[in-house]
């Protein structure tokens, strides 16, 4: 994990490991200088899984989009029943994002995307976690499925593949039957520029 730049207004006095399992836990105590002038000192923990990439698949004739549903045991320990739906993600590891999200595509998905558009980036919860998300849109079609997806069992993954009206999921972020964030921004993003149409 990166420190930051070197601008003047963070000195770092002490970088602590507490986990180095699944991903790395760290906790820092760092001086911050305060806009009045005046010098903190501060520590924080963070948690440091690598960067992430997203991608909405979406289908203009048919006012469709295709999304998945998995068990997210966070999501569960925190009162919910851990099955949610959301947009095609993963970690970027050694690749670089747009690569990544092909792969990911591919393997949850089953659909094999050529044309990808990259749409913005987003710390999804900067106070303590460092992963930075890279936002995709893609077109797909019965074309382009070139397995049944599904994720990598290896990995602990089951992965439901779910193709549902635009205008439903918007309808399920209301409910909130739809409740992951990064989902949310992509439906919205869909609906704001129109990627099913005036019917989706």
Same mark, same amino acid.
């Given at each position: 994990?990166?420190?930051?730049?070197?601008?003047?207004?963070?000195?770092?006095?002490?970088?602590?490991?507490?986990? %180095? %399992?699944?991903?790395? #836990?760290?906790?820092?105590?760092?001086?911050?200088?305060?806009? &009045?002038?005046?010098?903190?000192?501060?520590?924080?923990?963070?948690?440091?899984?690598? &960067?992430?990439?997203?991608?909405?698949?979406?289908?203009?004739?048919?006012?469709?989009?295709?999304?998945?549903?998995?068990?997210?045991?966070?999501?569960?320990? &925190?009162?919910?029943?851990?099955?949610?739906?959301?947009?095609?993600?993963?970690?970027?590891?050694?690749?670089?994002?747009?690569?990544?999200?092909?792969?990911?595509?591919?393997?949850?998905?089953?659909?094999?995307?050529?044309?990808?558009?990259?749409?913005?980036?987003?710390?999804?919860?900067?106070?303590?976690?460092?992963?930075?998300?890279?936002?995709?849109?893609?077109?797909?079609?019965?074309? #382009?499925?070139?397995?049944?997806?599904?994720? %990598?069992?290896?990995?602990?993954? %089951?992965?439901?593949?779910?193709?549902?009206?635009?205008?439903?999921?918007?309808?399920?972020?209301?409910?909130?039957?739809?409740?992951?964030?990064?989902?949310?921004? #992509?439906?919205?993003?869909?609906?704001? &520029?129109?990627?099913?149409?005036?019917?989706?």
């Amino acid at each position: 994990m990166s420190t930051g730049p070197e601008d003047g207004r963070i000195r770092i006095r002490k970088v602590e490991l507490l986990s %180095d %399992d699944w991903y790395v #836990l760290k906790k820092t105590t760092y001086d911050i200088k305060r806009r &009045n002038g005046t010098w903190q000192t501060v520590s924080r923990e963070t948690y440091d899984r690598g &960067n992430g990439a997203v991608i909405l698949l979406y289908s203009p004739a048919k006012g469709t989009v295709v999304l998945t549903r998995q068990f997210r045991f966070p999501a569960y320990v &925190n009162g919910h029943e851990g099955m949610l739906i959301e947009a095609c993600a993963g970690i970027i590891d050694e690749h670089d994002p747009e690569s990544a999200i092909r792969r990911e595509t591919e393997e949850e998905t089953g659909y094999r995307v050529t044309g990808i558009r990259k749409i913005g980036e987003a710390f999804m919860s900067p106070g303590s976690v460092t992963e930075r998300m890279h936002f995709y849109v893609g077109e797909y079609s019965a074309a #382009l499925k070139v397995s049944e997806g599904g994720g %990598d069992a290896a990995e602990g993954e %089951d992965i439901e593949v779910l193709e549902i009206p635009l205008a439903e999921a918007l309808r399920m972020i209301e409910t909130g039957a739809i409740i992951d964030g990064k989902t949310i921004m #992509l439906l919205q993003y869909a609906a704001l &520029n129109k990627l099913c149409g005036p019917g989706g």
